[in-house]
């Protein structure tokens, strides 16, 4: 099997503290479940993949070159009572995913448009589309660093990925940019992670938090006397309502937008 450049693909715990996916999906199918069926390219874990399957009425085809993940996939199928995904071991980079052309409502491409060859896998999820079909593509920013997720020499810029989407033959393409929108990063799941991370037992959350991965906020507050370290090493304040300053770490939303085979121009 030809494997993709490296993901950086952080453990699974650590990965759905990134983002809620139910929500992701929701957005990107347009508010209401997708009537067909849907094709994933690099399942992974599973998270967009369970998502994906609740809210459409076809089938969920989740490929990944991972034989450990697929079957990681299955199971949680099951354990969920989860019944609409077909989980398949594929090389899709190199073999082409398998399904019949035009045959598919939604394809999604998560963080994978690092590859070699990236118009040729969008191109190949053009043609299982059906006319009127969508794409929704995410992948992690470049304009910073980021505690996982692959180098940032080969990630591509927004605009990159929009012209790929573009040479693959895609029309109305958008960005789906959530920054001026509640963050869908859960607050209580980054304080797990900070907990798992350091060891630190588990105690009473502040009602002020910030999560701050450089420092700098920190020590400004505690410089002024505004905050001071808990026993949970978290940044405590007096102020009544909860303030979660949540690190972006990197997932950029480039697009979601309906996609239009020539003949539905």
Excluded at 42 to 70: C, Q
């Amino acid at each position: 099997m030809a494997k993709a450049r490296e993901s950086g693909m952080p453990d699974e715990a650590y990965w759905e503290t990134f983002f809620d996916a139910d929500c992701l999906i929701e957005r990107f199918f347009g508010g209401a479940d997708c009537s067909g069926h849907v094709v994933e390219f690099g399942s992974g874990y599973g998270a967009f993949t369970l998502a994906a399957a609740r809210r459409t009425t076809g089938t969920v085809f989740a490929l990944d070159i991972e034989p450990s993940l697929i079957a990681h996939v299955q199971q949680r199928a099951t354990a969920q009572g989860v019944t609409n995904i077909q989980a398949s071991v594929r090389d899709f980079v190199a073999e082409g995913i398998g399904l019949a052309s035009a045959t598919q409502t939604h394809a999604m491409i998560y963080n994978l448009l690092h590859l070699e060859e990236p118009v040729t896998l969008l191109a190949e999820a053009y043609r299982v589309l059906r006319p009127g079909g969508r794409l929704s593509v995410i992948h992690w920013r470049r304009d910073i660093p980021t505690p996982r997720g692959p180098s940032l020499a080969i990630r591509p810029s927004p605009q990159q990925c929009k012209e790929w989407i573009a040479a693959a033959g895609y029309v109305h393409i958008e960005d789906v940019d959530r920054y001026d929108e509640p963050s869908v990063f859960a607050p209580e799941n980054l304080l797990r992670e900070a907990r798992r991370q350091k060891a630190i037992p588990a105690g009473a959350i502040p009602r002020i938090c910030v999560l701050d991965p450089d420092g700098d906020i920190v020590r400004y507050l505690r410089a002024t006397g505004q905050a001071s370290l808990t026993p949970q090493a978290l940044i405590h304040a007096t102020a009544r309502r909860w303030l979660a300053l949540c690190y972006n770490f990197g997932m950029k939303l480039v697009g979601a937008k309906q996609v239009l085979h020539d003949d539905e121009m």
